[in-house]
T-cell receptor, first 110, second 114 residues
Framework: EADIYQTPRYLVIGTGKKITLECSQT?????MYWYQQDPGMELHLIHY???????EKGDLSSESTVSRIRTEHFPLTLESARPSHTSQYLC?????????FGPGTRLTVT | KNQVEQSPQSLIILEGKNCTLQ??????????LRWYKQDTGRGPVSLTI?????NTKSNGRYTATLDADTKQSSLHITASQLSDSASYIC?????????????FGRGTQLTVWP
């Protein structure tokens, strides 16, 4: 099992709230990713990072932002949550060709 | 357009039976193809990774095949167990970018009944 952690696992929050989804890995990987996944649909890349102080937007337009101040930590922030942000958010890190996923955060915005 | 298509969308089998899941892709230039298992409410876990030169790879009761000419892959599960109930996702990586862009299929939802 990969050493990549996400908190919280489940979050129900009201519209307009600011939230931060946490992701940490202890494998020392430089590359980290955030994906969004809706039920029965494919994963969509929303942010990625090559290393400390490197962040890029992915293929799916997202109103979230990320930061990479430390190698092991890659948090995702939503400044003002909306019902359209309801989804599962998966964090991953990679070394060479292998990508390791965290358990995900199930976000529901009411 | 780079795409990954999986079939069937869902499958129900009895415990102990074998099954085969299919994946067709149009990703180019091709780097590698991966199969992941995703349990409900969890992140995907890698089962196999195959490069262009590999046409079969096994991981326990899971055997993946790759035909790079026809751009098709299959995942064969032998002697299924209840714990095999999950979504199986085919993922293709391209080698046209520094990131090693991944293209995900929507998965096949497998249910194993006792």
């Amino acid at each position: 099992e990969a050493d990549i952690y996400q908190t919280p696992r489940y979050l129900v929050i009201g519209t307009g709230k600011k939230i931060t989804l946490e992701c940490s890995q202890t494998m020392g990987h430089d590359k980290m990713y955030w994906y969004q996944q809706d039920p029965g649909m494919e994963l969509h890349l929303i942010h990625y990072s090559y290393g400390v102080n490197s962040t890029e937007k992915g293929d799916l337009s997202s109103e979230s932002t990320v930061s990479r101040i430390r190698t092991e930590h890659f948090p995702l922030t939503l400044e003002s949550a909306r019902p359209s942000h309801t989804s599962q958010y998966l964090c991953a890190s990679s070394e060479l060709d292998e990508q390791y996923f965290g358990p995900g955060t199930r976000l529901t915005v009411t | 357009k780079n795409q990954v298509e999986q079939s069937p969308q869902s499958l129900i089998i009895l415990e102990g039976k074998n099954c085969t899941l299919q994946c067709n892709y149009t990703v180019s230039p091709f780097s590698n193809l991966r199969w992941y298992k995703q349990d409900t409410g969890r992140g995907p876990v890698s089962l196999t990774i195959m490069t262009f030169s590999e046409n079969t790879k096994s991981n326990g009761r899971y055997t993946a095949t790759l035909d790079a000419d026809t751009k098709q892959s299959s995942l064969h599960i032998t002697a299924s167990q209840l714990s095999d109930s999950a979504s199986y996702i085919c993922v293709v990586a391209d080698r046209g970018s520094t990131l090693g862009r991944l293209y995900f299929g929507r998965g096949t939802q497998l249910t194993v009944w006792p």
